[in-house]
Structures are given as structure tokens and as C-alpha cells.
């Protein structure tokens, strides 16, 4: 037996026709929000097209329908989607209708369709029906989901129209469901069968033909969401725009800063391994604290440094924040030994520095730092702020005063 639910005037051939109103076609009168008059396990075939969106509780119709279905019927249900504005205003159209509805038939863990077409953050597995806990009475599985589309994106790439049915409004106008009615516990059979989909018999009305058709029919538009909205942003809204980016920058910026007076500097963990290292090595420190910005290096001149310490090394990393991004600037490194002699000068990019970061410098031959008297920071082509980083040690002996420090470090590598 084949039940055309909700037929109307136009019954499908070799279908019983069955309506609540006796219209041309009709053959059985009945209520969809009541028990349907047939025996169980009885119907091998439902179609069901723009009637199931009128019933009060979709659940208890769907359980009427499996309970009147023989093990593996199939049902094809055609159905307004919801997400369009002439169907959120019907009032006459009381149920949801969208790739997440048939979800809550079944509890079976997966669809033999693509997960893009229905995952939600919130529900990762297909099947929904026993999400409240109980049992629903119900198994009725999804084989295929075919979309309808307004004209203006009926021929886009799938992943398009997808991706615009999600998140818009009056993208797609009807939806599809080729579903089976499941009695067996015999999951093995159900792989089979969805295997095998090629085979088939998926049941294809007149109607769905004729709207494919037309679907094909439309020219290609083009159109993209982006630039229909750009092209028609006033000047005003793109300076708000450009404004709001600017802001959010600069809390960034601040936020980073705040974190780098109160914490210490937010850095990746071999820089941090690297400085806790010397520091504790060389000032006999406990860690270093008391973080600062130091003063703000010229792009003329240089801001000085005292060096105490010892040791062999033949690279120098030090820490330095800019107050906006740069491509040209470069940052120059001077090391002044105690006769007021140029040892080593060197300039490295600011590029990849982002608000704090570390700079290094390549010595070359190894110097010992006993006979260097100061290090020199200066700036090429620096239009922005930059500063070195700057904190206090403190001796791990009492009574002794901490002193503040560039947080830089002088390093031997292999």
C-alpha cells in the first residue's frame, strides 16, 4: 500500500490519496493530528509534500507513520525550509523544517550524508531523537537531503549555497527528505543499504522533476554577498569600520602592555628559558621582576647601557616593544668596549616583532663581556615608538638593593 499524505485535488498515480477534506483524488478523509486509519506494518511507500508543516505535534505524526509502515518503507517528505520570510510569516504552517529536523527521528549516530550539511557545534552526532531522555517511539532514518534554491542561487557551488543557507534568510525555499523506516535491530543490513544508494529506488514525483528543471533553466547570476553590501556601504559606515578596527587594535596593544607590567612579557618558551637562564646565572637573581619600558630609542643618536657581567659569548637577544607594526624599520646594536671603542654594530628587522618580541643579533667571533664597557640601541628608518624592555633583579642575598636591567641576554650557541 502507498499513502500520499496530504494529497490535495492531485493524488499521485497508484497512490491512496489522504486528506482531512474530501477533495477530487481523495479517498480516505483523515486528521493527521489523530491516529491514522490503517494496521500497522501495512504501507510500503508515504509521500508526503507541503502537508506535514500544518500538523500540531510532528512527533506523534511521524510515530503514526512508522507505526503504519513495513520494516524498511520509504518515506519522502517535501517541505517548506524554514529560513525564508514567507514561511516564518505563515500562520498556518506550525512546524520547523530545515537539515536538522529529521535528526529527531532517529538515534541512529550517523546519515549517509556529508556532516557539513547539518553539524552544529552544539549536537555533533546525527541522531537527536532520544536528546530529552526518553524513548520516542520512533526510527525513521535519513538515506538522502536534497535543497531547493531561490533563483538568484541556484547555480552556485554546492559549498556556496551551503554555506549561505546556514546563515541567511530566503536562500533556499523547500527541502527534501528521503527517509527509511527502520524495525530491525540488524545494523549490518542498514550499512548495506546505505552502501548501495546508487541502486535506490529513491521515489521522484513530477514535481521534484518539474522544480529541478527549473532550477536549470535560470542563468547564472552574478552576485556575492560581500560586495553587494560593500558596494553599497556609504563612506561614512566604512570610516566607522576602518575606526572600529583601529580601536580593537589598540586594546589589543594595551592589553599586551598591561600583561607586560604587571606578569613580565608574554613570550614563547625558549625565549623565556633562555633569559630566566642568564638572569639566574649572572645577577645571582631569584627571577627578574619589576618590568618597565625603557626610554624610547631615536631614530638619531642612541639610548646606553652599562655592562657588568662575564663570560664568553657570540650572540645577544634582547627584548623590545613597538607601539604599532612596522615593515622597514630596523632596530641597530652597538657594543662599546672600555677604551670608548666600536666593537660590533649591527641593524636587524623590526617585522616580525609583534607589540613585544625578542630581536637577536649574530656576534660572529666571540666576545668576552668583562671587556665591554656599554651596549647602544639605535633606530634606521624608525617612524613608530620602540622601546627595549627593561626590569629589576634582585639579589638572592638580603639587604642588598635590586637594580634595574635592559632584559636582554648575552648567550654563547653552539
Not at 233 to 247: A, G, I, N, T
Request: proline content about 6%.
Amino acid at each position: 500500500m502507498k499513502l500520499d499524505i496530504g494529497c490535495g485535488p492531485k493524488c499521485l498515480p497508484g497512490f491512496i490519496g489522504v486528506d482531512r477534506f474530501p477533495l477530487p483524488g481523495v479517498q480516505v478523509i483523515a486528521d493527521l493530528d489523530k491516529p491514522l486509519p490503517f494496521e500497522d506494518d501495512s504501507v510500503e511507500l508515504v509521500h508526503a509534500a507541503h502537508s506535514l508543516e500544518h500538523v500540531s505535534d510532528l512527533m506523534f505524526t511521524m510515530r503514526e507513520l512508522y507505526r503504519v509502515c513495513k520494516h524498511k518503507a520509504q518515506i519522502c517528505i517535501v517541505a517548506p525550509y524554514y529560513e525564508q520570510k514567507l514561511n516564518v510569516a505563515n500562520p498556518y504552517h506550525l512546524q520547523v523544517f530545515n537539515e536538522h529536523t529529521p535528526r529527531f527521528w532517529s538515534s541512529c549516530s550517523w546519515a549517509p550524508i556529508d556532516k557539513k550539511e547539518y553539524f552544529h557545534p552544539h549536537a555533533v552526532t546525527w541522531g537527536l531523537s532520544q536528546s530529552d531522555n526518553s524513548d520516542p517511539g520512533l526510527e525513521i532514518r535519513l538515506l538522502r537531503m536534497e535543497f531547493f534554491y531561490f533563483p538568484r542561487f541556484n547555480q552556485m557551488e554546492p559549498s556556496c549555497q551551503r554555506e549561505l543557507r546556514q546563515h541567511l534568510t530566503d536562500v533556499c525555499h523547500q527541502v527534501v527528505y528521503h527517509l527509511v523506516v527502520w524495525k530491525d535491530d540488524d545494523e549490518n543490513d542498514y550499512v548495506e543499504l546505505t552502501e548501495n544508494l546508487e541502486s535506490y529506488p529513491f521515489l521522484d514525483t513530477p514535481a521534484l522533476q518539474e522544480s529541478r528543471a527549473d532550477a536549470e533553466e535560470y542563468e547564472v547570476e552574478s552576485f556575492s554577498t560581500l560586495s553587494f553590501a560593500e558596494e553599497r556601504l556609504s563612506e561614512r559606515l566604512k570610516e566607522q569600520h576602518h575606526y572600529v578596527v583601529e580601536c580593537e587594535k589598540k586594546l589589543f596593544r594595551n592589553e599586551r602592555l598591561i600583561n607586560l607590567l604587571t606578569a613580565g612579557p608574554d613570550l614563547p618558551e625558549s625565549d623565556s628559558k633562555l633569559f630566566d637562564e642568564y638572569f639566574s646565572k649572572k645577577y645571582n637573581t631569584r627571577e627578574p621582576r619589576g618590568y618597565r619600558l625603557g626610554k624610547e630609542i631615536p631614530g638619531t643618536g642612541y639610548v646606553e647601557y652599562p655592562i657588568r657581567g662575564g663570560g664568553e659569548f657570540n650572540s645577544i637577544s634582547v627584548c623590545i616593544y613597538l607601539a604599532a607594526d612596522t615593515t622597514d624599520a630596523l632596530l641597530g646594536l652597538e657594543l662599546v668596549d672600555k677604551g670608548n671603542n666600536i666593537v660590533f654594530s649591527s641593524t636587524e628587522s623590526l617585522s616580525e616583532i609583534n607589540i613585544i618580541g625578542v630581536v637577536r643579533f649574530s656576534i660572529g667571533e666571540p666576545l668576552r663581556q668583562e671587556n665591554l664597557a656599554y651596549i647602544r640601541f639605535f633606530g634606521r628608518n624608525l617612524n613608530i615608538c620602540a622601546k627595549v624592555v627593561e626590569c629589576s633583579v634582585a639579589s638572592r642575598w638580603p639587604l642588598r638593593p635590586s637594580k634595574l636591567v635592559p632584559y636582554a641576554c648575552f648567550s654563547n650557541d653552539e
